[in-house]
């Protein structure tokens, strides 16, 4: 043995003997009962060779088998092992010499048990006691000298040398004190008669016999022995065993007979006599049985567990009429019964999973306890079926609680797992427990919207800052993991950041305009939002969002032909010949906005003869109605309304000059055509233009000539095709829809435009729907080709299918 540490004792001085050894891997302590609390007994960590930090991390404790009451405990900073609790020997072990606690040390992370065998040290805490305070002992005068007369001993519930050592009787002239040992191992004490008693002399006497154990300090207890002298009874009650054997289950019923005892005395009367009483009895036995003096019947009175106490040994005394006795010991065996369900301890169990945790995982400890015997303590334990979880069995009465897949937090974030310990007993018992594990959120997946795609419409001029849509991803993650912010990625839109165009609420997602948009630039344009949470690191993912801007009718006809007024004076020449129906010319007009807001209608507002002409409402072809008179005016003038289909509609006007003749020569003096909307520069214009005519006469009677020479052919065209309009005149993004004041292809017209000031132009144009040339037949003219084509014009004999070109050249 191995002194490892004293502690003091309240009595005097006590040493504390503490033995460590280790047997397959277990540690035995020896350790005084009765110690205060905090005591040192060990050090666990030096025994078991661990560093101090390790206790604290794998959570090490201390429990005793089958109780949940805590006697030692680990200082976890220190590895100390201390009393944590009293320690009473004779309430563990009662009289037995060998009083061994058995605890599980348990290491967690990995696990790790460990036996501990606590061998507790009897100390001299308890003084005899005798069963009664006085005994009483009648002994005839008739007796014997070494006549003998049994005492119940004292009771010490130390063991060893802390149990009764030596009696003392009070001096006196007739009795002696001897102790004596039955064949069945007890002690008992006899008073032996050392002189004779004489009645006559003393009737009675009162002896104090004194127990001293042989603790240090010395603990005794006295009893006061009353004699009282009477007539001679030579014969003591004998029992039929000298030991008694019963065997008795637990749980039974108030009132059960368990055995019963039966001693004779050879004596007659009153002397032969027998009653029966216990003479050693302890506390918790006095509670469970008690016996009849008659008949010497033990029965049950309280109620017997197995698991409090399985072996009960009382002593039985039987005494006749005048004081003789005899003893004999009665062993009642508990035979033990189903029951106790196990029950389960949680030792360990971890507060939150993460959901990435791997199958296997060890998230807790569960540890089960069945109080009975043999087979009705060997327990099963399982948990419930559709829980990713499993009882792995470890050691002795130990499991984990184990992960077999994967875990989900957002398909189950919480279980609750109920584990039931079920026995082998006859019926077998069973309990259950639940335990509830939560799954901690890690960032696994990334937001997702909604829609795979978005589209959004907006008409153009719409103010800055209007709402146009909003996107909306979900998250399935907890908290920052599952929170969304929204962003546009970096991009461009018709050569400019996309963050110029738009902007998105990183909260809600709502996509707002950041400028104003205009269809006539851009139809239509994407952006890529993203939606990406607040994890570590982030998870994102995008979407395309597309715009598309409708049109409003914010763009007014433009009217390409005729020009506008102030840029060039044009004049139409119409033969006198021309019958109701032909096409005199026509209005060019476009519209930059699309759809039914590019849809242009044309119509005459105002003319010189009403009835002479109609204009086609789609297509701006300026026919005559009926057929050309003498007595219609040469001159005619007509304002044209060009509108769209827009709503509200938009219009534009311009003004068309007609001349209602065959050959210049007819024309009066320019100077006369007169229009009420011709501002005064343009009749300057027009009165040197006549100046002009009047001065290259020769070079028209030229040309005449010229074109009578060829008259028998067809006339040539200057140019093919549609009319050709510069293309400063058109605007950008111009539409192409048909019948919508573009030219159709059915019609076709040659223009002859002065080489001079755009101020100063006189235009005439005229129709060649039936007499124009296949455009593979046209003709690039040569300067001596004007004069055939000329020369022709007078002498034509079909008056309005060849018509007469002019050309009037500015100065």
Not at 294 to 310: A, L, Q
């Amino acid at each position: 043995m191995v002194n490892r540490r004293c502690v003091p004792q309240s009595y005097g001085f006590v040493f504390l003997f503490v033995v460590v050894h280790y047997a397959r891997g277990d540690l035995s302590y020896s350790v005084q009962e009765e110690l205060k609390h905090g005591s040192v007994i060990g050090n666990i960590a030096k025994d078991l060779g661990l560093e101090l930090g390790k206790l604290s991390a794998r959570k090490a404790r201390v429990d005793l088998d089958g109780s949940d009451r805590q006697y030692v405990g680990i200082n976890l900073r220190s590895g100390d092992l201390f009393v944590a609790e009293r320690i009473d020997r004779e309430e563990h072990c009662g009289e037995r010499p060998a009083c061994i606690l058995k605890f599980d040390l348990l290491l967690e992370n990995p696990l790790e048990l460990h036996r501990l065998s606590l061998q507790v040290q009897d100390v001299n805490d308890n003084a005899p006691i005798f069963p009664k305070d006085i005994i009483k002992l009648e002994i005839r005068e008739s007796a014997d000298k070494g006549a003998r007369y049994r005492i119940n001993a004292a009771q010490d519930a130390d063991i060893g040398q802390n149990s009764v050592q030596s009696y003392t009787l009070q001096q006196n002239a007739h009795f002696v004190f001897s102790s004596q040992t039955t064949k069945a191992g007890s002690k008992y004490c006899e008073l032996v008669l050392d002189k004779e008693l004489d009645r006559e002399e003393q009737q009675e006497m009162r002896l104090l016999l004194t127990a001293v154990d042989g603790g240090s300090p010395q603990r005794s207890g006295t009893v006061v022995i009353h004699v009282i002298v009477l007539d001679a009874n030579d014969n003591a009650p004998v029992f039929t065993e000298a030991v008694y054997s019963a065997r008795l289950p637990e749980n039974s019923p108030l009132k059960t007979p368990v055995i019963t005892v039966s001693a004779s005395d050879a004596d007659e009367g009153v002397n032969g006599e027998v009653t029966y009483e216990f003479s050693r009895l302890s506390d918790k036995s006095q509670k469970l049985f008690s016996l009849d003096q008659k008949t010497g019947e033990i029965i049950v009175t309280g109620d017997v567990d197995y698991e409090e106490g399985s072996k009960y040994e009382v002593i039985v005394e039987a005494k006749d009429g005048y004081g003789l006795s005899s003893e004999a010991k009665v062993i009642i065996d508990i035979t033990d019964v189903n029951d106790n369900a196990p029950v389960i301890y949680v030792k360990s169990l971890s507060n939150s999973i993460p959901e990435n945790v791997s199958p296997g995982t060890e998230v807790g400890i569960i540890n089960v306890q069945d109080r009975d015997s043999e087979n009705n303590r060997q327990v099963r334990c399982s948990i419930q079926q559709g829980v990713p979880f499993k009882l792995v069995p470890s050691i002795k009465n130990y499991y984990s609680l184990v992960t077999t897949g994967q875990l989900d937090r957002e398909l189950v974030s919480d279980y609750n797992i109920t584990i039931t310990a079920t026995d082998e007993g006859s019926p077998p018992l069973s309990s259950s427990k639940t335990v509830q594990l939560s799954v901690a959120d890690i960032n696994d997946n990334p937001p997702v919207f909604e829609e795979q795609s978005y589209s959004t419409y907006v008409t153009e001029n719409n103010k800055p800052g209007s709402t146009l849509c909003s996107v909306t991803a979900r998250d399935p993650d907890w908290r920052q993991n599952g929170t969304v912010i929204y962003s546009l990625l970096p991009g461009e839109v018709n050569g400019a950041p996309v963050s110029s165009y738009l902007s998105v609420n990183g909260d809600t997602g709502v996509i707002h305009a950041v400028r104003s948009f205009d269809y006539e630039q851009f139809r239509s344009f994407k952006v890529h939002v993203m939606a990406r949470d607040n994890g570590s690191p982030p998870l994102s993912s995008n979407v395309t969002v597309s715009v598309f801007i409708s049109d409003v009718n914010d763009n007014s006809p433009q009217v390409l032909y005729p020009a506008p007024e102030g840029n060039s004076f044009m004049t139409e020449l119409i033969p006198k010949s021309a019958h109701g129906g032909s096409l005199v010319s026509k209005v060019i007009a476009v519209d930059a906005d699309s759809g039914q807001n590019a849809w242009l209608s044309y119509h005459i507002v105002k003319s010189t003869d009403p009835g002479l002409f109609t204009i086609g409402v789609h297509s701006g072809e300026i026919r005559t109605q009926r057929d050309i008179s003498e007595s219609d005016s040469m001159k005619q003038n007509l304002i044209v309304s060009v509108k769209d289909n827009g709503q509200p509609s938009l219009s534009a006007t311009c003004s068309m000059y007609l001349l209602i003749s065959d050959n210049l020569a007819e024309v009066p003096e320019l100077k006369d055509i007169s229009y009420d909307e011709k501002n005064s520069k343009l009749t300057s214009y027009l009165i040197i233009a006549l100046v002009s005519v009047s001065t290259f006469f020769l070079t028209f009677i030229i040309i005449i000539l010229g074109v009578r020479f060829c008259r028998r052919r067809k006339p040539r065209l200057l140019f093919d095709g549609a009319v050709a309009i510069p293309s400063a005149y058109l605007p950008p993004n111009y539409a192409d829809v048909d019948g919508t004041g573009t030219l159709r292809s059915a019609y076709n017209y040659d223009a002859y435009l002065t080489t001079g000031s755009r101020t100063s132009d006189f235009k005439f144009v005229t129709s060649y729907n039936d007499n124009t040339l296949p455009a593979d037949q046209t003709l690039r003219k040569s300067p001596s080709d004007f004069a055939d084509v000329f020369g022709d014009c007078d002498a034509s004999p079909e008056v309005g299918t060849t018509s007469c070109y002019f050309i009037l050249c500015s100065f």
